[in-house]
């Protein structure tokens, strides 16, 4: 008797651990703020990674994180899904996002393009009014803004993307895998990524066994970082890719005042 109690108490105990080392940082979300002086007066949201076969956050828990912040834009860097069979579970997300009236631009990543028709989920995005940039910029009130498609994927352009840029704007930069920045030869103000979820699961040497790219192989997988040509950050994403865990990561969204 005292034996299956201790049993049980270990198990309960196992759980709980479990919980709190790799579940509970899918659910905690994290307000990340980025103040990086362009003096342009925005507040920019940033979404990236929400792969909503493997996301906790709840559609109206992101629209009232919105109704709060009160962003100028709303940027969402690439993976909504992998999977045909979950457009309908994005698409309440989409909903939640498009009854808050800001501005949503967005582009593809890496899992959007693994799907065998990515055209359905492109007429998803355009249903909901979400402005889709592929290799193409948009000339905005206070700047330029310019989505380069997926680098992964292989379906950079980046001369494409840059070709009708004001050369007398800010100009700032959505995609989807950081690792373009390596390739980006032209100037620019700010550029926001994501992609490589900080890791996920914060163990040492995760991008020596896992091959994402030469950035992360750098070390440079989250946060803000600098370069010659502009400045970039990297999301940690709010969905998980994978396995539906993080070790030590909490998904995110990102408010950048610029």
Not at 19 to 35: D, H, V
Not at 90 to 113: F, K, M, Q, T, W
Not at 150 to 178: E, L, M, Y
């Amino acid at each position: 008797m005292e034996g299956n109690v201790l049993y049980c108490l270990y198990l309960l105990l196992f759980i709980l651990l479990f919980y709190i080392g790799f579940i509970l940082p899918t659910q905690w979300l994290k307000i990340e703020r980025i103040a990086y002086a362009l003096q342009l007066k925005l507040r920019i949201l940033q979404i990236s990674d929400l792969h909503v076969e493997r996301l906790r956050i709840s559609p109206a828990r992101i629209a009232a994180i919105i109704d709060k912040e009160k962003p100028d834009y709303i940027c969402i860097t690439g993976d909504f899904t992998k999977h045909r069979k979950s457009l309908p579970k994005l698409e309440a997300y989409l909903r939640a996002l498009s009854i808050c009236h800001v501005p949503i631009y967005c582009v593809l990543g890496n899992h959007d393009y693994q799907q065998k028709n990515v055209t359905e989920l492109i007429q998803l995005l355009s249903k909901y009014g979400l402005h889709l940039l592929r290799n193409e910029s948009l000339h905005l009130e206070k700047f330029d803004l310019i989505g380069i498609d997926d680098f992964d994927s292989r379906k950079s352009d980046i001369g494409a993307a840059f070709q009708t840029v004001d050369p007398s704007k800010p100009k700032i930069i959505i995609t989807h895998d950081p690792n373009v920045v390596l390739h980006i030869d032209k100037a620019y103000d700010y550029l926001m990524a994501g992609h490589l979820h900080g890791k996920q699961f914060n163990i040492p040497y995760f991008f020596k066994i896992k091959d994402a790219g030469k950035l992360p192989r750098m070390g440079i997988y989250k946060g803000l970082h600098k370069q010659s040509n502009g400045a970039y950050y990297i999301s940690k994403g709010i969905g998980q890719t994978g396995i539906n865990a993080r070790f030590l990561v909490r998904s995110e969204i990102t408010i950048h005042e610029l």
